[in-house]
C-alpha cells in the first residue's frame, strides 16, 4: 500500500512561491516527518523535518523561505515554498520515520527514513 503521497509540485518562476502537501496516515505523521529533494546529477538531500513535538529543523540553503508543518486533522504535512530560486529545482519526496513518538534535536539523515513517497517535481525559471 502507498502510505506517503505528494502532490502541489510545478513550474513557477524565480521569486515565487509553492506549497507541497503530503497524504500521510495518523500514524506515520506521529513520528518524525521530513522532506527532502534530489536534482538530477546531485545526491539527495534533506530540506527540513518535523518531531512529535513540532519541532523543526531546515536544511541553511532554505531557512527563512521554506516552512515545514502538518495538520493531522486533515492527515497531511505540508512544505510551504517562498522565494524560490532556481537552484530549488528537483524532485520533491516526503518521508516519514514511523514508529510512534520521534524526538529529533536537529536535521534527520536519509537513513532513519522508513517510508517514502514517490515525489512531486518542482521547476523553478530564471
Known amino acids: 500500500q502507498v502510505q506517503l503521497v505528494e502532490s502541489g509540485g510545478g513550474s513557477v518562476q524565480a521569486g515565487g512561491s509553492l506549497r507541497l502537501s503530503c497524504a500521510a496516515s495518523g500514524y506515520l505523521l506521529s513520528s518524525c516527518m521530513g522532506w527532502f529533494r534530489q536534482a538530477p546529477g546531485k545526491e539527495r538531500e534533506g530540506v527540513a523535518n518535523i518531531d512529535s513535538d513540532g519541532r523543526t529543523s531546515y536544511a541553511d540553503s532554505v531557512k527563512g523561505r521554506f516552512t515545514i508543518s502538518q495538520d493531522n486533522a486533515k492527515n497531511t504535512l505540508y512544505l510551504q515554498m517562498n522565494s524560490l530560486k532556481p537552484e530549488d529545482t528537483a524532485m520533491y519526496y516526503c518521508?516519514?520515520?514511523?514508529?510512534?513518538?520521534?524526538?529529533?534535536?536537529?536535521?534527520?539523515?536519509?537513513?532513519?527514513?522508513?517510508?517514502w513517497g514517490r515525489g512531486t517535481q518542482v521547476t523553478v525559471s530564471s
Open positions: 518521508a516519514a520515520v514511523g514508529g510512534g513518538r520521534c524526538i529529533a534535536r536537529g536535521r534527520l539523515a536519509e537513513r532513519f527514513y522508513n517510508y
